[in-house]
């Protein structure tokens, strides 16, 4: 199932014709983050939403744990030396907001929330983050004029995520001066699902990989033939790099559903419970 969405069972009813009994929840969230030349953050943010699905008869009220250790506002101190959903410390959000069927009584107490799902899919929370945070990658990027009418692009991704996480459909691109005619590319040897084009239409390089696991750095070259010789700095006629990639598993931001319990009175009601983490690039930009 796509860990973007939540979507209908795989298995919609059990044998007899019964209604599958299950409930989706997915933590998403979308980051933005800004680099500098030389690789620090400059910006970073964090979107999230814990999104809701439920296909549990009889409307029952839903108990949902988050961290214990989660405050809102500014809370001091940098989360930027924990890693994904399984690092430890407190989890600052700046600010978040509720869905209307959400009760608060003991959220003060204990980060549960109460409700009880209305039909199809909705956001139970919303929730910003703008401290500092691990990014899931560092991207390297240098141009360099290479010769008469020549220039060399060397780009570096590294995954900064554990080893046990792959990265999905990431997508790297970047602008090349417009005076650039032709473009080659070298990757490196046994790249595997990997593709690059260069757009004429907008001077743009693109390089896909089809999946990178966590800890692992790839890199592309790429060599640019010029129609006229450049009289600046090239570095300021190319770039920024961009990239997107869907990230299932994983959350920078380490907020976690500690627990998910559905208040129903028979104890061999057991239904299946679906919690998903993704994470996806809002705005993730690395400047040369």
């Not at 969230?29 to 400059?42: D, H, P, Q, R, V």
């Not at 945070?133 to 010769?147: D, M, S, T, W, Y």
Request: glycine share 6%; net charge neutral; aromatic share 8%.
């Amino acid at each position: 199932m796509p860990g973007t969405a939540i979507t209908k069972s795989v298995v919609a009813n059990e044998p007899a014709g019964r209604k599958r009994e299950e409930i989706f929840v997915d933590i998403i969230e979308k980051i933005s983050i800004t680099f500098s030349s030389s690789g620090y953050i400059l910006t970073s943010e964090i979107d999230g939403t814990i999104q809701m699905k439920s296909y549990l008869t009889g409307n029952p009220e839903i108990r949902l744990a988050l961290n214990e250790d989660l405050s809102i506002g500014s809370g001091g101190g940098s989360i930027y030396d924990y890693g994904g959903s399984s690092g430890s410390g407190a989890v600052i959000l700046d600010d978040c907001n509720f869905h209307e069927s959400v009760r608060l009584d003991s959220f003060d107490i204990d980060r549960t929330l109460t409700l009880v799902p209305p039909d199809g899919e909705f956001p139970v929370m919303n929730y910003r983050i703008t401290q500092e945070f691990k990014p899931p990658f560092r991207i390297n990027a240098l141009i360099e004029v290479a010769g008469s009418l020549k220039a060399e692009v060397i780009l570096k991704i590294r995954a900064e995520f554990p080893s046990n996480i792959t990265a999905n459909t990431v997508a790297v691109q970047m602008p090349v001066p417009a005076y650039t005619s032709r473009v080659s590319f070298e990757m490196e040897p046994g790249a595997v699902g990997q593709t690059t084009d260069f757009k004429e239409s907008n001077r743009r390089l693109e390089w896909s990989l089809k999946k990178i696991a966590g800890g692992s750095e790839c890199t592309l070259r790429a060599k640019l033939t010029l129609s006229q010789e450049s009289h600046a700095n090239i570095t300021k006629e190319a770039g920024p790099v961009s990239m997107t990639f869907t990230i299932p598993m994983y959350n920078p931001s380490r907020l976690q559903v500690k627990y998910l319990q559905i208040a129903k009175a028979s104890k061999s009601y057991n239904p299946y419970r679906w919690v998903r983490y993704v994470t996806q690039a809002n705005s993730y930009v690395a400047r040369i």
